[in-house]
């Protein structure tokens, strides 16, 4: 459904109203207030967004890449509602429920077999930290490589992987020496040897630390780094390398994983099978499921539970996010939405390059994962997030949903729901274009 803005100003006067009331009961560091943010939502239905004051808006970001298969979709709700009459908690790792079994192996059936194990999770941050410690226990080496830029989520040990200083800085005296950051192959600012420069990194950081390096984990596509592809060959040769080096190639599908690219998994794209694989967001259809895949062999490795498991939380295997999970993978098989959304992608990818303006620095990505980074310069390249920010206000006010994303927020990600339309499409795309006209109009009036 197209946006309807029907309030005067947005955010509207509720909205307003529940910012003040927010402000006096939550950390000042979570939600971002300010006059143009945010709007509080009400209800939702498969791309679209009521919010308190009675405006519709379009997501073009599944709410964190999360609403793949729509928000409130049919299927999820009639799934978590008969589940919720049965049995709502059960006993993760002591009395598990039935449905937690029912759900473990449908997902690995998503898998090829040798990956064959998984532990649960709620979080991706916390499917990261199972891949860590999978990762320490097979390898026993504490040691890791991770990307710059990469986002791996917030709890301490996923922060670790995590890169952006803005994350890091206050916690750095509790951060570990054992992750060690290399440049994203990242062509558009380095250039066709991108692949190859980021892997000689990789190689000098690898040579250094030997004794202490156990494997590697990466965003097959980064994220909110600003959805950087890396080039093709890069992810095999990387495999090639950790093959070579007895290192374990760590996968975080968190925000890829399950049809967003235009592929079950992203790692399908160029055929490199990881040795763990983390996945999170969309196969939750909205509620916290997350887990950390790999093979039986290097599952082994974590000794055998006397009673009293080593690394388990309250919540593993619940049975209302795993009726939800279910609900969702038969939602993704039944909807071939892998080749819906490459088809779908490469309209909105069209789309957006036709804008055609001076400040589009390149829009890029696959699938519906697509990011339109924002340069005040074609040639120095030199990052415009005044004007992402812009744009996600001004689209805010038209009733479209984005986020800002990459190193310095200069760039603009769009992973809306996949049951997004051509007609919706066509309108957020317009907005833009109107959004930047008048900007650029109003630049070339203030540099008369
Ligand atoms: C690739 C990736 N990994 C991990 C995470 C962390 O997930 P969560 O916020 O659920 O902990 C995210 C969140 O955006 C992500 O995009």
């Known amino acids: 459904m197209l946006p309807s803005i029907v309030s005067s100003e947005i955010p509207g ?3 307003k109203q529940l910012a003040q009331r927010l402000q006096r009961v939550e950390s000042p560091g979570l939600t971002y207030l300010s006059a143009d943010f945010p709007i509080f939502w009400e209800k939702s239905s498969e791309t ?11 997501d073009l970001n599944s709410a964190f890449g999360v609403s793949g298969i729509g928000h409130c979709n049919d299927s999820v709700i009639e799934a978590i509602t008969i589940q919720a009459k049965e049995l709502i908690h059960g006993m993760g790792d002591v009395h598990p429920p039935k449905i937690k079994v029912e759900f473990m192996e449908k997902l690995l059936d998503l898998f090829p ?4 194990q998984a532990i649960l999770s709620c979080n991706g941050s916390d499917a990261c930290e199972s891949a ?7 390898t026993k080496k504490p040691g890791v490589i991770a990307f710059e830029y990469g986002y791996h989520g917030l709890g301490y040990g996923a922060l670790d992987l995590t890169h952006k200083p803005h994350f890091r800085s206050k916690f750095t005296e509790r951060l570990t020496e054992y992750t060690f950051h290399v440049p994203y192959p990242n062509s558009y600012r380095n250039g066709s040897s991108a692949g190859e420069q980021s892997l000689n990194f990789i190689k000098e950081v690898f040579h250094k630390n030997k004794e202490l390096i156990g494997s590697v984990i990466i965003e097959p596509i980064q994220g909110r780094g600003g959805v950087i592809v890396p080039p093709t060959g890069f992810l095999k040769d990387l495999k090639e390398f950790c093959e070579e080096n007895n290192l374990l190639l760590i996968f975080d ?3 890829t994983g399950f049809c967003r690219t235009g592929k079950m998994f992203a ?6 099978l990881p040795d763990i694989i983390c ?15 790999t093979s039986s062999e290097i599952m082994n490795s974590w000794d055998k539970s006397n009673g009293e498991a080593i690394h388990t939380s309250t919540f593993l295997g619940n049975p209302l996010v795993c009726a939800a999970g279910l609900a969702v993978i038969e939602d993704l098989q039944k909807n071939n939405w892998h080749q819906k959304n490459k088809e779908l992608g490469e309209y909105l990818k069209n789309k957006l390059t036709e804008l055609n303006c001076e400040f589009i620095g390149e829009v890029r990505g696959k699938g519906l994962m697509l990011g339109m980074e924002l340069v005040k310069d074609k040639h120095n390249k030199e990052p415009f997030p005044q004007l992402a920010e812009h744009l996600m206000v001004e689209s805010l006010k038209k009733g479209l949903i984005v986020l800002t994303c990459g190193s310095q927020g200069h760039t603009l990600s769009f992973s809306p729901p996949f049951t997004i339309t051509k007609e919706e499409i066509d309108f957020a795309v317009n907005e833009f274009s109107e959004i930047l006209k008048t900007f650029i109009q109003q ?3 203030d540099n008369l």
């Open 443 to 445: 630049n070339q009036e």
């Open 13 to 15: 006067p509720n909205s």
């Open 132 to 138: 860590l410690k999978t990762a320490q226990v097979y």
């Open 279 to 293: 996945v999170g967001k969309t196969i939750g259809g909205g509620l916290p499921l997350s887990a950390c895949i």
């Open 113 to 116: 077999p040798q990956l064959d």
């Open 48 to 58: 679209n967004i009521w919010d308190v004051d009675g405006n519709c808006f379009l």
């Open 253 to 255: 599908e968190i925000y």
């Open 267 to 272: 790692f399908e794209e160029e055929d490199v």
